[in-house]
């Protein structure tokens, strides 16, 4: 039995901090390669327009498909070990 109280958020807060510092360079390389993967993604998925005799319109649609295939090859690594 301890003399001293500690509160569960302390707790979870040390150990939250500590688990972020032992993989902060797994996390390092999950956001670099969503970040790569942002930029491969950036000229769209695809595209629809029209014009008339005034206006002209271009859409561009982008998705988050490579986002989470990146994703996924990031995490493949460590479903096999």
Same mark, same amino acid.
């Given at each position: 039995?301890?003399? !001293?109280?500690?509160? !569960?958020?302390?707790?979870?807060?040390?150990?939250?901090?500590?688990?972020?510092?032992?993989?902060?360079?797994? /996390?390092?390389?999950?956001?670099?390669?969503?970040?790569?993967?942002?930029? /491969?993604?950036? =000229? &769209?998925? &695809?595209? /629809? &327009? =029209?014009? !008339?005799?005034?206006?002209?319109?271009?859409?561009?649609?982008? !998705? &988050?498909?490579?986002?989470?295939?990146?994703?996924?090859?990031?995490?493949?690594? /460590?479903?096999?070990?």
């Amino acid at each position: 039995m301890s003399l !001293t109280e500690v509160s !569960t958020y302390d707790v979870v807060k040390k150990q939250s901090m500590l688990k972020f510092k032992a993989f902060s360079k797994v /996390f390092t390389a999950l956001i670099i390669a969503q970040i790569i993967a942002m930029l /491969f993604s950036a =000229g &769209g998925a &695809g595209s /629809f &327009g =029209g014009s !008339t005799d005034l206006i002209s319109y271009q859409f561009y649609y982008v !998705t &988050g498909d490579l986002v989470f295939i990146f994703t996924l090859m990031w995490l493949l690594p /460590f479903l096999m070990a």
